[in-house]
């Protein structure tokens, strides 16, 4: 098993910047990929961002790109969401999720991953 525990959502006004922590526990796996998913309220969990192992792929949802960034410690085994320029759409819960594999080419799908973290409220005011 493998335990994911998030951190460093809030409240943030738009324009603004947040960066959230997603710490990994237990059973880890060489060369596993990360993940960052949000939902909005009424909406259904989409795809944020994807890292792989080496941290040499990364992959971004249009909607984010150029505004975050994504990246990974694997000797704390921790991997990062830096958000900046943040707009009210980007309110949500935000999850971590863990593939035990490496990095496929439906990392962007729900299904590709194995363990998810509970999530970290991010809400941006206008």
């Known amino acids: 098993q493998v335990q994911l525990v998030e951190s460093g959502g809030g409240l943030v006004q738009a324009g603004g910047s947040l960066g959230l922590s997603c710490a990994a526990s237990?059973?880890?796996?060489?060369?596993?990929?990360m993940g960052w998913f949000r939902q909005a309220p009424g909406k259904e969990r989409e795809f944020v961002a994807a890292i792989s192992w080496s941290g040499n792929r990364r992959y971004y949802a249009d909607s984010v790109k150029g505004r975050f960034t994504i990246s990974r410690d694997n000797a704390k085994n921790t991997v990062n969401l830096q958000m900046n320029s943040l707009k009210p759409e980007d309110t949500a819960v935000y999850y971590c999720a863990a593939r035990v594999r490496p990095l496929g080419n439906y990392y962007y799908t729900i299904g590709e991953y194995d363990y998810w973290g509970q999530g970290t409220q991010v809400t941006v005011s206008s």
């Open positions: 237990g059973r880890t796996f060489n060369n596993n990929a």
